[in-house]
């Protein structure tokens, strides 16, 4: 069965250092994955994407996710952490001919100044 | 803004009671999602529709029902209504039905069941 694990509920880091968010899937096939950010009271917005070619793949805000097939994973990184990141990430997996997603737990993470 | 919709924002309701969620898609998607997102289940599929016609099931319960109309907007019907159905709501549409298109999230509606 499809799953995705995120192993980390909260993370804190402070504004400037470097951010590693993970998620492992678990997917029979070449897998389509997501991360997706949630503020407080909003929906969710695509950060990036992964359907094939090179693994290593840039989105918006300065993120970047690298997809591992031998270790199933596709950590969510950026370099400098800014204040306004403080969020809710939530890293997806999606089917080859349908449009569901299925979604990790979601990592929240606090920027401390 | 994503450009999709969803109405109301809020709603407060009673156990057994019976409501109706809608969702307004962005111009030109005429795939619609459904998503639950609750404490204890995290975000989880419900349903998607395209072009009328339902395409994927997930986690929906029997209690619960939607369709998408001819002009794509989509509607959640939630009924029996029971304490643990407290949730977010998210409605998302797409151009195309399958996974390799970026699905666009509404606000949401938190249905909260007293």
């Known amino acids: 069965a499809q799953s995705v694990t995120q192993p980390d509920i909260h993370i804190t880091v402070s504004e400037g250092a470097s951010l590693e968010l993970r998620c492992n899937y678990s997917y029979g096939a070449t897998p389509y994955l997501f991360w997706y950010v949630q503020s407080p009271g909003q929906g969710l917005q695509l950060l990036l994407k992964y359907f094939s070619g090179d693994t290593l793949v840039q989105g918006i805000k300065g993120f970047e996710a690298e997809f591992k097939r031998s270790q199933s994973s596709f950590n969510l990184r950026k370099p400098s952490v800014h204040w306004s990141d403080a969020a809710e990430y939530f890293c997806?997996?999606?089917?080859?001919?349908?449009?569901?997603?299925?979604f990790g737990q979601g990592t929240t993470l606090q920027v401390k100044p | 803004d994503s450009g999709v919709t969803q109405t109301p924002k809020h709603l407060i309701t009673a156990t057994g009671q019976r409501v109706t969620l809608r969702c307004s898609p962005r111009s030109g998607d005429l795939s619609v999602y459904w998503y639950q997102q609750s404490l204890d289940q995290g975000l989880q599929f419900l349903i998607q529709y395209y072009n009328g016609e339902e395409r994927a099931k997930g986690n929906i319960l029997e209690r619960f029902s939607a369709q998408q109309f001819p002009d794509l907007h989509s509607e959640l019907n939630l009924s029996s209504l029971e304490l643990g159905d407290s949730a977010l709501y998210f409605c998302?549409?797409?151009?195309?039905?399958?996974?390799?298109?970026?699905?666009?999230f509404g606000p949401g509606t938190r249905l909260t069941v007293l």
């Open positions: 998302a549409s797409s151009v195309n039905p399958t996974s390799n298109n970026e699905q666009f």
């Open positions: 997806a997996v999606g089917s080859s001919n349908t449009g569901k997603l299925i």
